[in-house]
Structures are given as structure tokens and as C-alpha cells.
């Protein structure tokens, strides 16, 4: 009967989105989690796991299910502690599991659920962080969190709450508070708090330390897409206003709160390095300085979530948080070599470049192609290299301790973390404390599920375990900055004949800061505003500015950058910056900077709206979508070719998977001209936008709404990119 309650168990988890973990993960799952009585609730969501009828075995007040159970996605704290993680429970001895005698219910006027087990607090409380179950409370009701706790990157914290309520820590973590992850949380309940601890039909509130009260202080300029923990990007207008991404600006990726390392015990900090034989050597941060040869390598950190928001647009839904072109900076790392540190802590590998063909008693040493480079940050976050990257000499990978001329900010990782440039930054772990060198990848979540991608057709729920891991990342590019009409013809493009003017420039800095919102402007007024007078029937052929940038992953340089101004049809070239040109702004064997670009052209003429045409589409009840489709607009579209000659895919839809890693596809910003009155005559005015945030034309609580649920599907598990 176990069995057949484990296969419904994980065929209704699969249904919810959840899919067993590693192999490796379920092997380290098994080590550290006991097995305990699984009380199932008569009624379930639809989607819940478990079955519909309470499942009896022998004993006296409790039901035990020992088998198998696939753990959701984490209900308790924020960025990679959402990180779906799979625990598989052992079979275990009777007298090995922790039995509490539960009043049996209802009691007095308590028309809850009859079949489940009421629970006096006191109960509860054994149940801390320190019981082998804990346990939590939500409302008036009582789970058992075994299943998973043990494996998750975050136990620590969720054992706080442990024996208590997890509601104060979902005020923390308020992107926990949706309906969705309460559903999941479902799955694991076991009973009701007695009724004798109630006041209203509710326990006494409680109060916790907020764990992210000592996070740094963070440039208010910063586009926020979650708070708790802290994921921000740099808005459009600053993104790529200089070379070098201002250490405030540079976008910000935690899964966690920041740790706090203070400044003046940052030399003790410990570094431990455990090479294949077991043998582990340990240093500080004073011995790394003093030790050996100091590096500066110039290089672009991607999330591979950068531009999820377009793929989302363009292609269908995705899980993960919805940044727009802002979540890759470009900054010059100072540090150590690791290849250096590697070598000064024992370890002796062949040459990575020999013949791997050699039969094993030939072989002296390790075929260092076989081996891997588990990195692990001081708040539980893991990644990994292959041990060939660490070892090139012209893979310039470091231990950073330095950042565009400073120590590192909290944010970025002090006082340490690994820089791996040409690679995606899940693979650069901040607040770096331990390196492993092993026969197998981090068995992290992040190495092992968030940070793959997969076939269009391969859904939400796809075979991890067939994909590899994201490592060198592809080639791209975005537009950050537009410019139409009088602005170009006045010279206020900042990078126009040296203006520096900056003021009535028709881009994205008119749009309000808010991601997934776009504020109506003057072009969006009234329908009075169109057909007056003095409007044309047609714009003229204005001219246009473009700026962004564009990267390519491995060190393989920005060949070419190509902009359409008519949607694809036809194609002029844009200027490349030559940023490497100034002294002390590119280090490094290769090109692991991005490339800044520039454009000025023409705009095609076309036809304006007039008030007939949106007065009918109103009076017919034409939704604003379809209204829009009416205007006249054109859309701009950039693509990039990398020395390799790789180039970006044309659609999204072709490399659309729903994780909405990699969005690569050429990048379009739909513009549209509109002519209205701004109380001093009648003109030509253009709306845009779409290179703003994540760009989406919707309002700003149900776009909100979406990436909540989007994350609690995964990401914020999503890596530390």
C-alpha cells in the first residue's frame, strides 16, 4: 500500500510543478533527514499530494505513512531558499520515529476537520529547532516540515521557526504571502491547534528578529523586483551611461540576507580548500593578499535570467523574476588567480591538455578534465566550474577582493568571492568561504536544476538530470536608450558632439520606476488630443538615436552590432565604442568586457492615428490591446555577431523554455508616434518604453502578482546570477 501511496504522492507533486531532485541531492537528502508519521488530511487542492482518504495504520491517535515523499518548493525565506528541493524520506525502525499523543477532535464548538489531530502549543514547542521533527504553525493549523528542512539550502533559518509560527517570518519574506504557496504548505499538515490555545480562533501573535535588518544600503536608483532578499537592476538610463557599472549600480542578485563580515575583521576571513585526496589547507584573507601575485581582470557579470521579461512577452510564461535588460554590469575585479592558490594548496592533476585516453594505472596524476570546482558562500550558496576553466591560464579566474578600484561592497560579495569571467554568474559565489575540488559537480540546487535550459517543447516539468549545466554564456545584446525627433536635431543625446545635455530626451527616463509598469504619458491622452488641426497625416522621416550593449560569453569579442528601424527588413550597422582604448579600463587575457554601441538613422515615415479611427475602435468596444495594434508604429531591432561568428536567434518562441533562462533573441523596442496638445501647440510626440524595467504593458499590481507567483515556481532559487 506504501508503494502505491508513493507513486499518487509524486504524481500529484509532478502535476504541481515539482520534479525529483539529483540523484546526488536525494543521496545527501537521505544522510540527513529521519523518517516521521505522515498525517494525511481528508481533503486536499486538487493539485495537493496524498491521498483523498486518510490513510490508518496501527497505533493509537496518529497514522504513520512511512514511504517515499516528494518535498515541494520552499515555503519559508526568499531568493535561492525557493529553490525547489526534493527529499527523499528512509524507511526507519518504529521506535527510531518521535510519536506525539494528540487530542483527537472536535471539541466543544470546534467544527474543524474531525479526522485530523488537535494539538495543544506546548506540543508544538518540542517540536523546535532542535527536535528531529519540527514542526510549525500557520493560523490554526500544525505541519510537520521534516521532509525537507534537513536538505534545504536554508534549514537554519526555517528552524527558527521551528516549534512556532511561520507567519512572522512570511511578513519578512513577504513573497511568500500568496494563496499559492499557502496550497503548498497544505501538503503538509498534520492537525490543529487545540482550541484551548485559541483567542478568536487564533494563537498569540509573535515577533522575530528580521534576519535582513543589517543588509547594506542600496542606491535608491536601483529598480527593485524583490526586497527580501534584495534583487535590483540598474534603470535603462544608467545602465550603460559608463564603461565600468558604478559598484551602487551594479545589479544585485542574493538569495538571502547579505552577511555580515565587519570591515575590520575582514583579513581573518577564512578561506578553506579541500583538494580530492581529502586534504584541506586554509587561508586568509591577509595570507591570499600577501602570498600571491595581485590580477585585475575587466568583466561582464550576467544573470541568466537577463531579459526573462522579453521571452515572457514574446514567447509565453516563465518562471522567475521578471528582469528586464538590467541584470548584467561590467566591472574590473581585483584579486588572486585561483589556478595560483589551487597549485600553493597541493593540488596535482595531469595536464589538462594531454591525452585523456590513458589507461588508469598510467595515469599519475587525476585527468584534471574529469574534475570539478565546488565553490560555497558563507549563507549556503553553492555553484561550481569545471577544474580546466580554473586551471587556464587564460581563463583568468579569480578570488576577488577588489572591485572597480575598491574593496568589495556586502552586496558583491566581501570580502570574497570568485570572479569567473565569459561564465554565467551563478558560477561567481559571493561571501566565498570553501573550495572543493571533486570528482562531481556542487550538488547544489543551483548547479543541479535552476541553471539549465531546455527544448521549447520540454514544458515546466523537464528531466534536470538530461541537461548540463549553464556554463559559458551565449551572445547578446539590448537597446537602453532612445531618442527621437527634436531631441536628436537639439543635440540633448548625451554622447551627440560631446553634449552633455541630458533634459526633454524622448527615451525611457519619462517612464515611471516601477517594474512591469509603464506610466501613461502625454502621448496617451484623451481621444480629443487626436485629429486636431494642425497634426500631419504622416511624420516626417525623423531622425533616431539608439545606444546599448552588447556581450558575448567564453571571451569571444563583439564582432558586430545590427540595427533595423523597420522591424527586420532591412539593416545599417551601429559604431562600437573602443572603451578598451582608455588606460586602466580593460584587464584580462581575453574579451570578457561587454561592448558599448551607438546608432543615429532615420526613422521610415508613417502615418498618424486620427480621431475617427480611435473614436470607432472605442465606440465598438475595441479592447486596448487591439487598439494599440491600430497605431502606426515601428519596431526597433538589434542583434549582435561575436568574433566567432554566433549570432542571436530570431525568436524567442525557437529558445522559449519555461524556465526563461537565456533569452537571447534580438531585442525589439516598439515605438509609435502620436500627435497631441501639451498646451503650447499641437505636435508630434512618440511613445515607448518597452526598454524600461521588465517592460510590461500591464498595470502594476497584477504584474506584481505574476512575478510572485513566478518566483515561488522557482527561481528565486534561481541562482546567484
Same mark, same amino acid.
Given at each position: ?33 529521519? +523518517? ?59 521506535? #527510531? ?59 537554519? @533559518?526555517?528552524?527558527?521557526? +521551528? ?17 499559492? !504557496? ?50 535590483? #537592476? ?23 540576507? @547579505? ?47 537577463? =531579459? =526573462? ?15 528586464? !535588460? ?46 570539478? !570546482? ?5 549563507? +549556503? ?54 573550495? @572543493? ?53 537639439? &543635440? ?20 515611471? =520606476? ?110 486596448? #490591446? ?63 518604453? #518597452? ?22 515556481? &522557482? ?7
Amino acid at each position: 500500500m506504501a508503494a502505491n501511496v508513493s507513486k499518487r504522492l509524486a504524481a500529484s507533486a509532478m502535476q504541481a510543478g515539482q520534479r525529483p531532485a539529483p540523484a546526488s541531492v536525494a543521496r545527501l537528502s537521505r544522510a540527513a533527514i529521519r +523518517a516521521r508519521p505522515l498525517h494525511q488530511s481528508a481533503s486536499r487542492n486538487a493539485k495537493g499530494a496524498g491521498p483523498k482518504k486518510p490513510i490508518e495504520s496501527p497505533g493509537a491517535g496518529h497514522r504513520d505513512v512511512r514511504t517515499s515523499r516528494v518535498a515541494p518548493l520552499g515555503l519559508v525565506v526568499g531568493g535561492g531558499l525557493l529553490a525547489s528541493l526534493i527529499a527523499l524520506v528512509q524507511h526507519h525502525d518504529d521506535d #527510531e520515529l518521535e510519536h506525539v499523543k494528540p487530542t483527537r477532535g472536535p471539541v466543544g464548538d470546534d467544527s474543524r476537520d474531525p479526522s485530523l489531530p488537535r494539538f495543544r502549543l506546548a506540543d508544538v514547542r518540542q517540536h523546535d529547532g532542535s527536535s528531529a521533527q519540527p514542526w510549525v504553525t500557520f493560523e490554526d493549523k500544525v505541519y510537520d516540515i521534516t521532509d525537507w528542512v534537513a536538505a534545504h539550502p536554508g534549514g537554519d @533559518v526555517i528552524l527558527r521557526a +521551528a516549534g512556532g509560527s511561520i507567519e512572522p517570518y512570511w511578513n519578512i519574506f513577504s513573497i511568500h504571502k500568496t494563496a499559492y !504557496v499557502r496550497e503548498i504548505l497544505n501538503q503538509y499538515l498534520i492537525g490543529y491547534i487545540d482550541t484551548e490555545d485559541l483567542v478568536n480562533g487564533r494563537p498569540a501573535a509573535e515577533t522575530i528578529e528580521d534576519p535582513f535588518q543589517q543588509d547594506p544600503a542600496r542606491d535608491p536608483r536601483l529598480i527593485t523586483h524583490t526586497a527580501k532578499p534584495r534583487n535590483a #537592476e540598474p534603470p535603462n538610463e544608467e545602465l550603460d551611461r559608463e564603461f565600468k557599472t558604478p559598484n551602487g549600480l551594479f545589479y544585485v542578485r542574493n538569495h538571502m540576507w @547579505v552577511p555580515v563580515v565587519p570591515e575590520e575583521k575582514a583579513d581573518e576571513h577564512v578561506l578553506s580548500i579541500e583538494l580530492p585526496d581529502g586534504e584541506t589547507k586554509s587561508y586568509t584573507l591577509a595570507e591570499l593578499k600577501e602570498k600571491f601575485p595581485t590580477h585585475k581582470v575587466t568583466a561582464v557579470l550576467q544573470c541568466s535570467g537577463n =531579459r =526573462r521579461n522579453d521571452m515572457t512577452r514574446h514567447a509565453g510564461k516563465t518562471n522567475g523574476l521578471q528582469w528586464g !535588460v538590467g541584470a548584467i554590469s561590467n566591472a574590473v575585479w581585483e584579486g588572486v588567480r585561483l589556478a595560483d592558490v589551487l597549485a600553493d594548496a597541493g593540488l596535482k592533476v595531469a595536464d589538462a591538455t594531454s591525452s585523456t585516453q590513458k589507461a588508469a594505472g598510467e595515469q599519475e596524476h587525476p585527468d584534471a578534465n574529469a574534475l570539478h !570546482v565546488q565553490f560555497s558562500g558563507l549563507e +549556503a550558496y553553492g555553484s561550481s566550474i569545471p577544474l580546466p576553466k580554473a586551471l587556464d591560464p587564460r581563463g583568468d579566474v579569480l578570488l576577488a577582493f577588489g572591485m572597480n578600484g575598491e574593496p568589495l561592497p556586502r552586496d558583491h560579495g566581501f570580502p570574497l568571492r570568485s570572479v569567473v569571467p565569459g561564465t554565467v554568474a551563478a558560477r561567481s559565489v559571493k561571501w566565498l568561504s570553501k573550495i @572543493v575540488v571533486s570528482d562531481e559537480e556542487s550538488p547544489s540546487q543551483w548547479q543541479r536544476r535552476d541553471y539549465k535550459s531546455f527544448g521549447p517543447n520540454e514544458g515546466a516539468n523537464p528531466n534536470w538530470d538530461k541537461a548540463v549545466s549553464i556554463q559559458e554564456m551565449p551572445i547578446t545584446s539590448a537597446v537602453t536608450g532612445v531618442w527621437v525627433g527634436d531631441c536628436v536635431r537639439k &543635440g540633448k543625446v548625451p554622447w551627440m558632439s560631446g553634449s552633455k545635455q541630458t533634459g526633454g530626451i524622448a527615451d525611457i527616463a519619462a517612464v515611471e =520606476r516601477k517594474v512591469g509598469f509603464t506610466a501613461k504619458t502625454e502621448a496617451d491622452g484623451p481621444a480629443k488630443d487626436f485629429g486636431l488641426p494642425d497634426c500631419p497625416k504622416e511624420t516626417p522621416a525623423e531622425p533616431v538615436a539608439l545606444q546599448g550593449y552588447a556581450y558575448s560569453g567564453g571571451g569571444r569579442g563583439v564582432a558586430r552590432v545590427d540595427v533595423s528601424l523597420d522591424g527586420g527588413k532591412t539593416w545599417d550597422q551601429a559604431e562600437l565604442l573602443d572603451d578598451c582604448a582608455v588606460p586602466g579600463n580593460c584587464f584580462g587575457n581575453k574579451s570578457w568586457a561587454w561592448k558599448r554601441w551607438r546608432y543615429l538613422g532615420k526613422l521610415p515615415a508613417m502615418e498618424l492615428p486620427d480621431s475617427s479611427s480611435v473614436n470607432v475602435a472605442r465606440a465598438e468596444g475595441e479592447c486596448e #490591446e487591439e487598439r494599440k495594434k491600430r497605431k502606426h508604429c515601428t519596431t526597433l531591432v538589434v542583434k549582435a555577431t561575436d568574433d566567432a561568428y554566433n549570432s542571436q536567434p530570431e525568436t524567442h518562441s525557437s529558445i522559449y523554455n519555461a524556465r526563461g533562462n537565456l533569452a537571447t533573441a534580438w531585442h525589439r523596442v516598439r515605438i509609435c508616434p502620436r500627435c497631441t496638445n501639451n498646451g503650447e501647440g499641437k505636435g508630434v510626440t512618440w511613445s515607448t518604453g #518597452e526598454t524600461f524595467g521588465c517592460g510590461f504593458k500591464k498595470e502594476a499590481e497584477a504584474t506584481r502578482e505574476s512575478m510572485i507567483r513566478s518566483a515561488v515556481l &522557482g527561481i528565486v532559487g534561481s541562482g546567484q546570477s
